[in-house]
Every structure is written in C-alpha cells, then in structure tokens.
Nanobody, 121 residues
Framework: QVQLVESGGGLVQPGGSLRLSCAAS????????MGWYRQAPGKQRDLVAA???????NYADSVKGRFTISRDNAKNTVYLQMNSLKPEDTAVYSC???????????????WGQGTLVTVSS
C-alpha cells in the first residue's frame, strides 16, 4: 500500500514561513508528479503547486513568488517552502502524487491526509 504523509503544518504569523513535507512510502518504482493542494472551509480544493519527476513546476498565481516546491526523488518526498504567508493561505494542505507505479500496481492518484496551516497573529 502506498501512503503519503504530510508534516510541517502549524500556526504561523503573517509574513512568516513554513516548510511542508510529504513522504511517499511503499514499494514504489516511480512517481510522475507530486503536488500540494489546499482547501479552506467553504472553498473548493485548489492546486497550490506541482512538480514532475523531471523538475518541471507549476504554481497557482496566488502563491507565485512566495512558495517554492521541490522534490527529492530518491526519498519520494516533496516539499513546499512557504514564505510571506498571509491569512488567506490558511487551509488544509494535502499532498498528491500520481501516477504512482510500483511492483504489481499502478495508482492514478494518491492523497495524503492533509496538514493544517493557520496564518494568524
């Protein structure tokens, strides 16, 4: 079974920084893309940033210049460095990976449980 486990969320003041991490565990051969989504109460879940195995990145306009996504393919881990945080960034951040290919399986998408980021003074 493939699992994604996020960590690094918490309470931070406006203008502060947090680094989220998401580690994929299991018998994994490859992961094409990994990314971060977020969802605030009453809002839809939106893509924050994504990165392919080759290093191509994509960011939501609202976080460009403030957030940086990176990936350690050897560790099957993706990171999200969040700087200059705003109250509007408050949300549950969930990690996504897909397609995930292992020995004897292929998953289109795998989701983590999510980690809460609260930006407040």
């Amino acid at each position: 079974q493939v699992q994604l486990v996020e960590s690094g969320g918490g309470l931070v003041q406006p203008g502060g920084s947090l680094r989220l991490s998401c580690a994929a565990s299991g018998s994994i051969f490859s992961i094409n893309a990994m990314g971060w989504y977020r969802q605030a109460p009453g809002k839809q879940r939106d893509l924050v940033a994504a990165i392919t195995s080759g290093g191509s990145t994509n960011y939501a306009d609202s976080v460009k210049g403030r957030f940086t996504i990176s990936r350690d393919n050897a560790k099957n881990t993706v990171y999200l460095q969040m700087n200059s945080l705003k109250p509007e960034d408050t949300a549950v951040y969930s990690c996504n990976a897909g397609p995930v290919v292992g020995w004897g399986y292929r998953y289109l998408e795998v989701w983590g449980q999510g980690t809460l980021v609260t930006v407040s003074s």
